[in-house]
């Protein structure tokens, strides 16, 4: 089987104009190679995230790690933390490791691995070059309306509605 195939569009470039902000990292270059420790084989950790500039009525964020490359139409959620007060604006290398490595209040939902964590890149050997998308979005709500059961799915569906902003880094992997 070949999993050759176009290159998917960035998929936040396709959902309505936001504000940005700036997220930044001392683990993930923007459009730089991951490094080894947030690759599935290599480490399983959670980069480093800060963040400033959010927009006048942010309440909350939700963080998450998207893969769009993955050969499947639905690509592959690979980190997705909801309800992370608004007062704090960083995340330390690791606390995609369980709810107990995050801030008060704030949970994991389900990647697509079907854990409550985040799962490093993980592309097909010999595939095309993966993007990871790692995505801080302002939310206008305390609480985005989700709980741990919900999918990714639900959870981008609930932020259709109460995005206030998008801070974007993408670091990128091929086996």
Not at 60 to 77: H, K, L, N, R, T
Request: aromatic letters at 10%; a negative charge.
């Amino acid at each position: 089987m070949s999993l050759d195939r176009p290159v998917h569009p960035d998929p936040y470039a396709l959902l309505p104009s936001v504000p940005s902000f700036t997220v930044t990292s001392t683990d993930v270059a923007d459009g730089q190679p991951l490094d080894q420790a947030q690759v599935h084989a290599g480490g399983n950790t959670s980069p480093q995230l800060r963040w400033s500039g959010a927009p006048e009525g942010t309440k909350s964020y939700v963080v998450s790690c998207f893969d769009p490359d993955a050969p499947i139409v639905s690509g592959f959620w690979h980190w997705v933390v909801c309800d992370i007060p608004a007062d704090v604006t960083s995340l330390d290398t690791g606390a995609g490791a369980g709810d107990a490595s995050l801030p008060a209040g704030a949970f994991h939902v389900r990647n697509d691995r079907g854990s409550l964590d985040f799962m490093g890149a993980a592309p097909p050997q010999g595939d095309q070059v993966h993007r990871y998308f790692f995505v801080v979005t302002a939310v206008g709500e305390e609480k985005l309306g989700v709980d741990a059961s919900a999918s990714p799915a639900v959870v981008g569906f609930n932020l259709a509605f109460k995005t206030l902003g998008r801070a974007i880094i993408t670091g990128t992997y091929q086996f």
